[in-house]
């Protein structure tokens, strides 16, 4: 009995650790993200300046350089809805799985099992929390993954709208 107590104790504590190491890499996603989220909203307010520089409000919709605000207005959009993933699919409020149970929830059983029989139960429920977090931090990390390819992408977006702006332009004079 003696050694089944030692060994739930061991668990106990490895199962503590392993949440608290969850709860570590969910902390450093959520850095990452609003470092990523920083660097957007710089690159959308750099290139809404740009954009206020490059309309000419003197002359008329026709004469505008729509070569090169047609891309730009493009990479705007892109890096908004960018921003927005982040917003929603790293940034987003959910709850935390917290590192032990709550006493209310204990309490009423204590006349119905032993300690050692409520210990062991709270290690089915904290397995529960530990896969439930590393599940969310797999859900964060891909996306943080998905805006990363994103970023990388916008200068495409760019050229790609530009060209395309560019055939249009031949192809219309």
């Not at 009995?1 to 104790?9: P, V």
């Not at 709850?95 to 709550?102: G, K, L, R, S």
């Not at 859900?139 to 805006?147: D, F, N, Q, Y």
Request: aromatic share 8%; glycine share 4%.
């Amino acid at each position: 009995m003696a050694k089944e107590l030692e060994s739930i104790d061991w668990i106990e504590n490895q199962a503590e650790k392993n949440l608290e190491f969850h709860h570590g890499c969910l902390e450093n996603l959520r850095k990452e993200a609003h470092v990523i989220l920083s660097i957007v909203i710089v690159a959308i307010g750099s290139l809404f300046g740009y954009l206020l520089q490059v309309v000419d409000v003197t002359v008329g919709f026709a004469n505008q350089r729509w070569l090169v605000l047609l891309p730009s207005f493009a990479l705007l959009a892109y890096l908004v809805t960018t921003g927005n993933i982040v917003i929603s699919k790293v940034l987003r409020i959910r709850d935390i799985e917290p590192p032990t149970n709550e006493p209310k929830n204990l309490l009423p059983h204590v006349k119905e099992y032993s300690c050692d029989q409520l210990r062991k139960f709270e290690l089915d429920n904290l397995q529960g929390r530990i896969d439930r977090t590393r599940q969310r931090n797999e859900e964060t990390a891909k996306s943080i993954t998905l805006v990363r390819r994103f970023l990388c992408f916008a200068p495409v977006v760019f050229m790609a709208v530009f060209m395309a702006s560019s055939l249009l332009a031949v192809l219309c004079s």
